[in-house]
């Protein structure tokens, strides 16, 4: 057998060095053509290496970097079954995990489970978990800690918000990672619920049910999750103002971050100081009016995700006769320009819509546009045509004014909402829109908790702004259902109707996805036809990042925090490297 050597680097410089003598003892002539020839032979050569190390190198992400988030809010409940707070919520996501999470397209995919199999009859969800699952302090992950996080979140003591979510839900345990969770009735969206954390049942089970809201284990929580707390600091007062995260290596994947510092501000005022002084390097929760700037900044990148929340004006017809009259809120309606409404409140971030739907739901939205809807009117005389077609007239004071049943009713409006500068900015422009054409607007706004009490359960308004929170699975049946019009139902319009509550019925139940979405377009067409609110926009999140920082696609979530869900794979650092090596 033959062996060659390869030449060493002094044989090539020795074989360079003659070639070149040989070409300086030609006559001049010569030595122009060869020199021409070599250096032009040589410069090919180079230009062919590096055409093909483009060709084959790609850039990788690598391990490595520090993330800086910044946040409003300080954290309390970091426990997946208390988190309401986006600074909890946001440390929920990035510390614990799933039985399943939302991928970069927007779907549910398993995360800590192996398998989710649903039953013929869509009432038991088999559930086998990966085989090695780690909680933060080194203790195996098993199905007793799943079945315990379900039974805590059930707990009418601990008062969780996501109680309702789990109501009549039962679990089976097969063995250590396998069980059952079993609904009485069907319910397709059930499914989303399974993003939700799990809790260590050795951490927690050892506590009262009453000890567990005021436990220091709900700001220094052990999950699965891709990020540990790795260390806390403390203002003066005693407040958390820094989380430092350090990525876990145990489960997979395994995030390309090596860390994640946490820093938490009081209000917007402060976070925006923090930013504009470099501070920090991504947040969700800059205001709006300061965003424009940043978005024309390339050092920044900024991600615009619509959030599954509707914001409507929403007639009580039981409380004004003049809402009864179906011209009338027609008329209100083709008042109204989305845009400029939006452009004027939140700075042009959000979107328009004219249905119960938000428009990254599923296609049924931007499919009714395109036949020829329209997402603004605007149009004041045909506002003035459909009150005066319905025997509305104006009185001396310019008010529209009708008899109703014997009696003479002025079209007049009492908007309530919360007191809050973007729905403040909001109901003026409405105000306005609508004054314009001859109606008696006023405006009464209270404080959250006000308007829940006083206002949205009793029903005690006959016009409310507000923003209603759907999940990422459309549901229409707990807004629109004749059966939930009485409080604790989130029908507040009180609206009733035989054919959509059918509809809402069977698309809740079905696990055909195609079965649902055309029940769902049925029923949201009555409602379109019905007019029981005038639905206005959808609210984005915006998200800012430094250019150096590169997050996975951000597609459809319910709530800011789930903008984490998929941290394993975002990068701040990247290589060169050649495709076969990848």
């Known amino acids: ?100 999470k939302i991928n970069p397209d927007g779907n549910l995919v398993p995360d800590i489970a192996e398998t989710v199999t649903i039953s013929e009859d869509g009432k038991t969800y088999n559930i086998i978990i990966k085989p090695e699952i780690f909680f933060h302090d080194g203790t195996p992950l098993t199905s007793k800690d799943i079945a315990f ?12 918000p996501l109680r309702g979510n789990w109501s009549g839900v039962t679990t089976e345990i097969i ?7 079993m609904l009485e009735e069907a319910y397709a969206p059930f499914i989303e619920n399974f993003i939700l ?47 430092t995260l350090n990525r876990f290596t145990r489960n997979q994947p395994i995030p ?34 300061t965003l424009v700037e940043i978005m024309e900044n390339p050092k920044y990148s900024t991600i615009q995700i619509p959030l599954p929340r509707v914001f409507a004006i929403f007639f009580n017809q039981n409380r004004s006769p003049a809402f009864r009259d179906i011209s009338v809120r027609k008329a209100l309606a083709v008042a109204i320009n989305r845009d400029n409404i939006i452009d004027f409140a939140f700075s042009g971030f959000g979107i328009p819509t004219t249905n119960p739907i938000p428009p990254t739901q599923n296609t049924l939205e931007s499919q009714r546009l395109n036949e020829g809807g329209s997402v603004n009117t605007d149009n004041k005389e045909d506002a003035v045509k459909l009150l005066t077609d319905a025997g509305w007239t104006k009185n001396d004071n310019e008010l529209w ?25 909001t109901t003026q422009a409405i105000a306005d829109l609508w004054r314009e054409i001859g109606v008696d607007v006023q405006i009464e706004q209270f404080e959250q908790t006000d308007l829940l009490q006083s206002v949205i359960r009793p029903r005690d308004f006959n016009a409310l702004l507000f923003g209603i929170d759907m999940s990422r699975v459309v549901d229409l049946y707990p807004f629109w259902h004749s059966s939930q019009r009485e409080d604790p139902g989130l029908n507040i319009a009180n609206y009733a109707n035989i054919e959509v509550d059918s509809f809402l019925q069977k698309a809740r ?10 029940l769902t377009g049925k029923a949201v067409s009555i409602i379109d036809d019905d007019i029981p609110a005038i639905f206005l926009f959808v609210p984005t999140l915006t998200y800012v990042v430094d250019s150096k920082v590169t997050p996975t696609p951000i597609t459809k979530i319910s709530k800011p ?22």
Request: charged share 20%; hydrophobic share 40%.
């Open 1 to 100: 057998m033959l062996f060659s050597k390869s030449k060493s680097p002094r044989s090539i410089r020795n074989t360079i060095s003659r070639l070149i003598g040989l070409i300086e003892s030609k006559p001049i002539t010569e030595r122009i053509i060869l020199r021409t020839l070599f250096f032009v032979t040589i410069g090919g050569i180079l230009m062919i290496g590096l055409i093909i190390n483009d060709t084959f190198l790609a850039t990788t992400p690598v391990e490595g970097g520090n993330l800086v988030e910044g946040i409003v809010g300080i954290p309390r409940f970091v426990n997946p079954a208390l988190a309401v707070t986006k600074a909890d919520q946001d440390m929920t996501m990035l510390i614990y995990s799933g039985i399943m």
């Open 149 to 160: 996080t379900i039974g805590l979140v059930q707990n009418p003591d601990l008062k969780s």
């Open 175 to 181: 063995n250590d990672h396998e069980l059952n969770v």
């Open 197 to 243: 954390g799990i809790l260590p049942r050795h951490i927690w089970g050892e506590l009262p049910i009453e000890q567990i809201p005021f436990s220091q284990r709900n700001t220094n929580p052990i999950g699965t999750g891709p990020f540990f707390i790795k260390n806390t600091v403390r203002g003066d007062t005693g407040l958390i103002t820094n989380y």
């Open 256 to 289: 390309k971050l090596a860390s994640i510092e946490v820093k938490f501000y009081q209000n917007e005022d402060s976070l925006v100081t923090a930013f504009n002084k470099k501070e920090i390097l991504s947040t969700a929760y800059l205001p709006t009016n």
């Open 401 to 425: 004014e009708k008899r109703i049943n014997k009696e003479s009713v002025i079209l007049s409006v009492i908007i309530k909402t919360a007191n809050d500068p973007v729905l403040d900015k």
């Open 509 to 518: 139940t079905t696990q055909n996805i195609e079965e649902r979405i055309e």
């Open 561 to 582: 925090s789930e903008r984490f869900m998929n941290i394993t794979d975002w990068n701040m650092n990247t290589d060169k490297l050649w495709n076969f090596f990848r």
